[in-house]
């Protein structure tokens, strides 16, 4: 009978699991919607922003700040987004196996190169990269408890700022980037220096030439639009990111469920079994004992 008691905590336990992990699917699948929709607004925009960025640069000798390109640069830092929460899969873990590799391949002595920084994004990101001795120069966890657009302005204008005074050579940025529910794409791009081949939309033909007139003057334009670029391509990295890490979590916890299902059924299965041979062995010893009884 203890065991048929054991069989029932699980039985409860696994119930309860299930309810939870139903109620996070449905929570993940509301902030789905809301974070699909923000970034469904944002790409139109930043990906035009980066096409005609592209056209005013393109073919041009500038030596605006931002496209300073270092012929041998020695001060790099990747910026890794991840989450302030778990249990989304392998979100995290995939991602920031990615960002590994890329800092093995890219860099002589990997994770030891002189020069080579971090910022993290999000507690998973934060505990991730410190527990493995990463030089971290800041932290944000907590980022997307507040998900602002102000926020990510003020970390770029920092990242630009050091960009600027020669203090960082190259800014790589790191997220997972919204495919479907159930699929990210890894995504680890370089955004400092700009380089114009590299924002020109790619189904533009690139053989014909555009005489444009711009007003007030070509330079303001650039002045003005260049930091705006930056900052907006962050901002649409962290919608995606967040947009991926719901449908991620959504999934996960699906999967979870249905798991409880299965395991439920197979805990109650047992349970039957279970009870069904202890009620025939009650019978055969009542049977026994009467047999018993009337020899005597």
Known sequence: MANLRDIRNRITSVNNTQQITKAMKMVAAAKLRKAQDRMIQTRPYANTLASVIGCLIQGLELTYPLLRETSEPKRYLVIVVGSDRGLCGGFNNNLFKEVELFIANNFENGKETEGLSLITIGKKATAHFRKRFYSIDAKYPGFFDQLEYELSTSLMNDVMENFINEQIDEVYLAYNEFKTVIAQNRKVEKILPLRAEDLVEADIDKSVQ????????????????????????????????NAAEQGARMTAMDSATENAKDLERNLRLKYNQARQSAITTEISEIVSGAQALSDS
């Open 210 to 241: 555009f005489d444009y007139i711009y007003e007030p003057d070509q330079k303001s334009i650039i002045d003005e639009l260049l930091p705006k670029h930056i900052k907006m391509q962050f901002w649409k990295a962290i919608l995606e990111s």
